[in-house]
């Protein structure tokens, strides 16, 4: 496949490079600025901004699927994650690629109490306008008509456990859950070649 990956120079775009040519296939990895990452260097390296319609059409024509991993802290949260998924529903329509998979965020998704993580007693808060953020942008997702799947951690990354090739979809949320980031690059492949939820946000834990 053609895979196109915005944000690739995160934690999580990276590890979706990785996984992605790890199964042959082609990737374009999109990032503000190439300079800065000249380790990217088994995929083609593009500049190009998730928030601008016509940037995402130019870096996707051509592709499969387009994962996306992008976030700006220098933006507000929910400009950021509002537009640029405004940006990716139009620029992937128009450049004809259907499927998409975007790197959510575990405190939008529904705990064990059946409401969001975020808003459980004692969840840790300090974070909570770009939590606000993510969920804005999963909701502007609801409204296009791309085949996407947001797929985000059960709770949080663990940064230093090696790659298993495992994983599993989470019942809900749960903070104390942890999953490396090459396991959760592994649900993003799996979603991009294989769709099994289709507009659906869904939890991974490890296996």
Sequence with gaps: MDIVVFGAGGRA????????????????????????????TDARV???????????????????????????????????????????????????VHRLVVVGLASVMPGASGAVLM??????????????????????????????????PAGDFDHHGPRTGRYRIAEHGDPASRITYADFAVALLDEAEAPRHHRAAVSVQES
């Design 119 to 152: 808003d459980e007693p004692g969840y840790p808060n300090e974070y909570r306008s770009f939590s606000l953020g993510h969920a804005a942008g999963l909701d502007e997702l609801r409204k296009c008509d791309l085949d996407w799947a947001y797929v985000a």
């Design 13 to 40: 775009g990276r590890q979706a490079v990785a996984e992605a040519r790890r199964r042959g296939h082609r990737v374009t990895a999109v990032v503000r600025d190439p300079a800065e990452h000249g380790d990217l």
């Design 46 to 96: 593009v500049a190009g901004d998730v928030t601008d319609t016509v940037s995402v059409e130019h870096a996707a024509a051509g592709h499969d699927a387009a994962i996306s991993a992008a976030a700006d802290l220098s933006v507000p949260p929910h400009e950021f994650f509002t537009t640029s998924s405004r940006a990716l529903a139009t620029g992937l329509a128009k450049a004809g």
